[in-house]
Structure formats: C-alpha cells, structure tokens
C-alpha cells in the first residue's frame, strides 16, 4: 500500500512563507489529481488546491495568488508553496492523491501562522 508523507510545516510569523512536500512511497497508477486540503480548529476540511494529469491547477478563492501547487513526477512528490501566509492559513494539511483505483491520503502537517 502506497504511504504519502507530508512535510514542511511549522510555525511562521504572518506574512511569511513555508513550502509543503507530499513523497509517496511509491508509484501510484492512473493518478487523476493530486490535492491539498487542511482542516483549521473547528471548521470542516477545505480544498486548498489540486493538479491534475494534464498540470491543470486550481485554487481555493481564499490563496489564490499566494499559494502554488506543483509535481514532481520523477520524484513522486507533490509541493505547496504558500506565500505571504495569514493566520486564517492555520490548520493541518493534508496531502491527497485519487487515482482511478484509489484515495490516498497523508497523515497532515501542522501549519501555525502568528499574527
């Protein structure tokens, strides 16, 4: 069963930038798309932004033109790099791919953004 591991959060003052990597485990067939949700405290789990098998992106209104989602087939990872990051970006991210077969999904890496 193919792992994905989510790494790159921390804890940033406002207006800074961290970037989030997702490594699969191993090579997952037929992927469809690749995604970022996160979960804040209290609130139901969003999607932040997704790729799919043509690089298409798309974005949650609330990052766009901050945060850039991008693959790295040979690797086999999945990158976010968040920009001029706000308190509101607090939350646990997760990592999630869906192939025709399958929903993977990563454990979540905290991120903290101080006012």
């Known amino acids: 069963q193919v792992q ?3 790494s790159g959060g921390g804890l940033v003052q406002a207006g800074g930038s961290l970037r989030l990597s997702c490594a699969a485990s191993g090579s997952i067939f037929a992927v469809k798309t690749m995604n970022w ?3 804040a405290p209290g609130k139901q789990r969003e999607l932040v932004a997704g790729i799919n098998s043509g690089d298409v992106t798309n974005y949650a209104d609330s990052v766009k033109g901050r945060f850039t989602i991008s693959r790295d087939n040979a690797k086999n990872t999945l990158n976010l790099q968040m ?3 706000k308190p509101e970006d607090t939350a646990v991210y997760y990592c999630n791919v ?3 077969t399958n ?3 990563g454990q979540g890496t905290q991120v903290t953004v101080s006012s």
Request: net charge neutral; hydrophobic share 40%; glycine share 0%.
């Open 4 to 6: 994905l591991v989510e």
């Open 37 to 39: 949700y996160r979960r």
């Open 83 to 85: 920009n001029s990051l």
């Open 98 to 100: 869906v192939s025709i």
């Open 103 to 105: 929903d993977y999904w």
